[in-house]
Nanobody
Framework: VQLQASGGGLVQAGGSLTLSCAAS????????LGWYRQTPGQQRDMVAT???????NYADSVKGRFTISRDNAKNMVTLQMNSLEREDTAVYYC??????????????WGQGTQVTVSS
């Protein structure tokens, strides 16, 4: 599975950005697509995920501000980020997961895209 992310950049606090990720390769359902983020010296934390059945999960810190969506036909996942805060500054990683026991199971990561929110 290969993941190609795009859409990061520099934005002022209160602004918006959209991240997109295209998955290719052996993509099978059920699976989970989503986004994690990481700042220097910190662990990679879940931001938002969406299962192929539409179930979503958000970090508490982004609820009400970020929206995840996916296009199963195109194997794409999008993260709409509104009301951005300086604390959202991080490298964002696209994520694909398929449960053990299924073919092509495991966790796959995209290359990371920088999001910087200035005050």
């Amino acid at each position: 599975v290969q993941l190609q992310a795009s859409g990061g950049g520099l934005v002022q606090a209160g602004g918006s950005l959209t991240l997109s990720c295209a998955a290719s390769g052996n993509i099978w359902k059920p699976n989970k697509l989503g986004w994690y983020r990481q700042t220097p010296g910190q662990q990679r934390d879940m931001v938002a995920t969406m299962k192929s059945d539409g179930t979503t999960n958000y970090a508490d810190s982004v609820k009400g501000r970020f929206t995840i969506s996916r296009d199963n036909a195109k194997n794409m996942v999008t993260l709409q980020m509104n009301s951005l805060e300086r604390e959202d500054t991080a490298v964002y990683y696209c994520y694909y997961w398929r449960a053990p026991g299924y073919s092509n199971a495991g966790t796959f990561w995209g290359q990371g895209t920088q999001v910087t929110v200035s005050s």
